[in-house]
C-alpha cells in the first residue's frame, strides 16, 4: 500500500526530548526521510535514512529505523522554541523514480 | 536556501481560469519533482520529469500537465480551475539522477482559485 503514517501533534517543554514516530506500509522502501515546515515556508530536508541502516545521527537529530517493524523515528534532543514546526516523515522505493510518499504530518509545539 | 526557485509565490485568480506555475531547479539537478499540499489530501506527488522527459505521474488530474525544458526548468500548468485546485504547490529537485538521493524543495506557489 501507499501508507506512511504519523501521530498529528507532539507538544514538549524547552530542553526536554522530543520524539516523532513514523510508520510506513510498503517493504521495498529504499531511502526514508524527514523534512520541516515552519508556518508559511517550504519544505526543509532535515536527515533521510537509507532502508539497510539501523540508526543515524546528525548533531541534535537521531534517527531511529526498524525495518522488522516499518517504524522510522526522529528524536530531536534539547528541543527550542525554533523546533516547533509540521515534521514530515517520508519514503521513497525502488521504482527508479524518486519520487517521494509523504505521512500526514506531525506538529511539534515547544513550550517554554 | 534550497537553491530550488519557484516563481510566483502567490497566484489568485478564479474559477475557469489558466495558470502556469514556474520552478527553476538546483544547478545540476536533472530531476524535478511537482507536489500539491492542500488540507483533505496532505502532500501528494503529481509529476516527475527526469531531463526533459516524463518518468512517473501521481495524482495528477487530467487539466493539469507539466513539461520540462532544454535548460531543466519545469512548468506546471493547471487549466479550468476548480475552486478544489486551491493549493500549496512544490516543485522539488535532485532525488535520482546525482551522486545523492536528496530530494530539496521549492519555497512553493500558494495558489488560490476564487
Known amino acids: 500500500g501507499e501508507d506512511v503514517e504519523q501521530s498529528l501533534f507532539l507538544s514538549v517543554r524547552e530542553g526536554d526530548s522530543s520524539v516523532i514516530n513514523c510508520t510506513y506500509t510498503?517493504?521495498?522502501?529504499?531511502?526514508l526521510y524527514w523534512y520541516k515546515q515552519e508556518p508559511g515556508a517550504g519544505l526543509q530536508l532535515l536527515t533521510y535514512?537509507?532502508?539497510?541502516?539501523d540508526m543515524k545521527q546528525d548533531q541534535r537529530l537521531t534517527v531511529l529505523l526498524n525495518k522488522k517493524d516499518k517504524h522510522l523515528s526522529l528524536r530531536i534532543a534539547d528541543t527550542q522554541t525554533g523546533d516547533s514546526a509540521i515534521y514530515f516523515c517520508a519514503e521513497s522505493r525502488w521504482d527508479n523514480t524518486g519520487k517521494l510518499i509523504f505521512g500526514q504530518g506531525t506538529t511539534l509545539q515547544v513550550k517554554p | 536556501d534550497s537553491g530550488v526557485t519557484q516563481t510566483p509565490k502567490h497566484l489568485i485568480t478564479a474559477t475557469g481560469q489558466r495558470v502556469t506555475l514556474r520552478c527553476s531547479p538546483r544547478?545540476?539537478?536533472?530531476?524535478v519533482y511537482w507536489y500539491q499540499q492542500s488540507l483533505d489530501q496532505g502532500l501528494q506527488f503529481l509529476i516527475q520529469?527526469?531531463?526533459?522527459?516524463?518518468?512517473a505521474k501521481g495524482n495528477i488530474l487530467e487539466r493539469f500537465s507539466a513539461q520540462q525544458f532544454p535548460d531543466l526548468h519545469s512548468e506546471l500548468n493547471l487549466s479550468s480551475l476548480e475552486l478544489g485546485d486551491s493549493a500549496l504547490y512544490f516543485c522539488a529537485s535532485g532525488g535520482i539522477g546525482g551522486d545523492s538521493y536528496e530530494q530539496y524543495f521549492g519555497p512553493g506557489t500558494r495558489l488560490t482559485v476564487t
Open positions: 520529469y527526469y531531463n526533459g522527459e516524463e518518468r
Open positions: 510498503d517493504s521495498s522502501s529504499t531511502y
Open positions: 544547478s545540476g539537478d536533472l530531476s
Open positions: 535514512i537509507f532502508s539497510n541502516m
